[in-house]
């Protein structure tokens, strides 16, 4: 397996351990518990700005390369992008309930919890249609070449999009959320 893909997937189980920590404390929210605006915005923060800043642009480039090198398995590209942009809408929408809770302007508990598990069910998914045929469809079509391009890519601290500094902000900071939704 491509160290992109690794990463990639690493990415997907922190995802997953944040969307456990958020839909806990949506339920307990809707249970009548105060909500932890501060963990929640946390969360938020690193779901908004994690897959724009360090995720989504690696999968694209690797969308590129997938696609010039086999347009049918690159089909699945439109696919993905879509899935994305609808993922940031859901997203959106579940930082604005917040925010009116938060202003103690009338919603549903209810809302945050039916909100966040729409967002769960979809990035779920669609991280498992990314792992079951868009990764191997990648590890399968790319040549040496390309995967060489990428990964140096993902190691040059310098570029602004796959530099990893921000990979690493996003790391301690997932650390954080999770050692403290543990309590």
């Not at 009548?32 to 994690?50: A, K």
């Not at 769960?120 to 079951?132: G, I, S, V």
């Not at 601290?157 to 990893?164: A, H, I, N, S, T």
């Amino acid at each position: 397996m491509s160290q992109v893909i690794a990463k990639l997937q690493e990415d997907h189980r922190r995802m997953t351990v944040l969307l456990e920590v958020l839909e806990r404390e949506t339920v307990a929210f809707s249970k009548g518990e105060n909500l932890n605006f501060f963990m929640v915005e946390t969360i938020l923060d690193y779901i908004v700005n994690f897959p724009q800043r360090c995720h989504h642009p690696i999968e694209n480039f690797l969308l590129k390369s997938l696609t010039r090198r086999n347009y049918e398995a690159g089909a699945v590209a439109a696919e993905i992008l879509n899935e994305h942009e609808e993922l940031t809408n859901i997203i959106s929408r579940f930082a604005k309930e917040v925010e009116q809770v938060k202003l103690e302007e009338p919603i549903l508990r209810e809302n945050l919890v039916n909100t966040v598990r729409e967002y769960k069910e979809l990035l779920l998914e669609h991280m498992h249609k990314e792992e079951t045929i868009f990764f191997p469809a990648a590890e399968q079509s790319l040549i040496q070449a390309d995967w060489d391009v990428i990964e140096t890519r993902m190691r040059d601290k310098g570029d602004p999009v796959f530099g990893r500094e921000a990979d690493r902000e996003y790391r301690a900071l997932h650390k954080v959320i999770v050692d403290w939704g543990g309590r």
